[in-house]
């Protein structure tokens, strides 16, 4: 691949962004949902709830809690492969966070409380594949992938396995441990699991077309 020059990188850095606001916004439906997080914040509340008994005060807040163990993944990949460890990676995990806690906010100004179940439904099935296409944005924009998504992405790689699958299984490990901490796991967590990472699978070529032409390369 030819070296890239400083207008492209911002270029995929824009996309990156909006890949992972687009992806943070079907987080926070999921969260409002309140019929289950999507797995990856299934772990965060899990560790959330159990940091908050021991560390008291606001300082620790859900959207917190996810850009530390964002952190914790990077350094754990960064002994694994460090060329997956990117630019647009510390963005995510800078951002991801304060993403969710704005749109928690934004969203629960607009939405009226007690939301039927049929909305709610729809809120979560929405999130799936609001998330699902976001990522895949953040995935092939190139720029770098956010850190919760790179452990799929590095083990799919590395086992030459499809995402789509990986990413399934992944989610199951996420949402287990975090059940096990505390975290909700409701049956929106295990629809989840089963359509995010197929839904990811159909979009990533989708997207990966879109960004070349985007971008004006023949390949990403």
Not at 87 to 95: A, E, K, S
Not at 140 to 149: F, Q, Y
Not at 193 to 207: E, H, S
Request: aromatic residues 8%; hydrophobic residues 55%; glycine residues 12%.
């Amino acid at each position: 691949m030819e070296r890239r020059g400083i207008k492209e990188w911002i270029l995929r850095s824009i996309i990156l962004v909006i890949g992972l606001i687009i992806a943070h916004f079907g987080v926070t439906l999921f969260l409002l949902s309140n019929l289950g997080a999507d797995p990856f914040n299934v772990f965060v509340q899990g560790l959330f709830r159990n940091l908050s008994s021991i560390i008291p005060g606001t300082i620790l807040t859900h959207g917190r809690t996810h850009m530390a163990v964002c952190l914790i993944i990077i350094f754990i990949l960064l002994f694994v492969d460090r060329s997956y460890i990117k630019i647009g990676t510390v963005i995510c995990m800078v951002c991801g966070g304060p993403i969710i806690d704005f749109f928690t906010w934004l969203l629960g100004l607009l939405l009226a409380s007690g939301q039927p179940l049929w909305s709610r439904i729809l809120m979560l099935v929405s999130g799936c594949v609001i998330l699902a296409y976001g990522m895949t944005i953040v995935i092939k924009s190139d720029a770098g992938t956010g850190p919760n998504d790179l452990v799929a992405v590095v083990i799919s790689d590395k086992t030459k396995k499809k995402f789509g699958i990986i990413r399934l299984i992944v989610d199951g490990v996420f949402a287990a441990i975090g059940f096990v901490l505390g975290g909700v796991l409701g049956a929106g967590t295990i629809v989840c699991i089963a359509l995010v990472g197929p839904v990811a699978g159909i979009f990533l070529p989708i997207n990966e077309k879109l960004i070349n032409n985007i971008i004006g390369n023949k390949k990403c």
